[in-house]
């Protein structure tokens, strides 16, 4: 099995891939590659069993059926007198625009500690359009069958900072110029899991960008979808997820993916 990760950005400077190759040996960790345009990452992709890509899949139901309504110029969805009048059905209504399902599950896990940021007011919306186009051309130009929910199909949404999180790693502070020591310790930790097929040129690539750490990171949340290793969405928001996408969150440990048939 191979398996990719795609740290997705809007700008092809910050756009990273990486890809694991998970044979009887054990895992072995392919160099990291950043700075990718869209053609190099679709090839990646097909040449991939399974890829998780980190980034929003599309937008918050709500949102997009509110926004139809403005352009068509009828009532706007929240204007009914009892979201009106009262302020906390009001908040409620507003928080679906802002959140998907998936975003909102994640937020009300206590044990995870992290909040997605809003696909509709925030710019992580902006590299939401490079992967709605990703997908679109992964389906009608590459023949690649994408299920937004991720639990079928060759990609699913990942948040790798969820999955660190979920696997007992540092989750914070790993970013940027300032975050080199805490990935010093991350590439340590994750490099003790995996054994000697992450080599040192690749340990040494993802402490100096995080682009090309979270590009790993999402590679190995991908091994997880692949074995049935993540939180899958339950019958009742499952609809959603095939609509707004779904971020699945590993269970188990990094060392057990080695060993998962």
């Not at 991720?150 to 110029?177: D, H, I, M, Q, S």
């Not at 290793?229 to 060392?255: D, Q």
Request: aromatic letters at 6%.
């Amino acid at each position: 099995m191979r398996t990719a990760g795609v740290d997705l950005a809007a700008q092809d400077k910050n756009t990273a891939a990486c890809v694991v190759d998970w044979g009887s040996g054990g895992p072995r960790v392919e160099l990291p590659r950043v700075g990718l345009d869209d053609d190099p990452l679709l090839d990646v992709i097909c040449d991939s069993d399974r890829t998780g890509i980190d980034a929003p899949f599309g937008w918050p139901q709500a949102f997009a059926d509110a926004v139809a309504a403005h352009q068509a110029r009828d009532r706007w969805p929240g204007s009914t007198a009892e979201l009106r009048e009262l302020a906390e059905q009001r908040a409620s209504f507003r928080r679906t625009l802002s959140y998907r399902v998936t975003d909102l599950a994640i937020i009300d896990d206590r044990k995870l500690s992290v909040r997605p940021l809003s696909v509709s007011t925030d710019r992580i919306g902006v590299t939401t359009f490079r992967c709605a186009l990703l997908l679109d051309r992964l389906g009608h130009e590459r023949r690649v069958k994408v299920d937004r929910s991720g639990r079928t199909g060759r990609v699913a949404e990942v948040y790798p900072a969820a999955a660190l999180n979920a696997w007992g790693l540092p989750f914070k502070g790993y970013k940027g110029r300032a975050g080199r020591a805490v990935r010093g310790v991350l590439v340590t930790a994750v490099g003790r899991r995996l054994g000697r097929g992450f080599g040192h040129d690749a340990r040494k690539m993802c402490a100096e960008s995080d682009h090309a750490l979270d590009a790993l990171v999402s590679a190995l949340v991908a091994r997880a979808v692949a074995v049935g290793a993540t939180r899958e969405p339950n019958r009742r928001r499952s609809g959603a997820a095939k609509l707004e996408g779904w971020i699945h969150v590993p269970v188990g440990a990094i060392g057990a993916l080695k060993h998962a048939p």
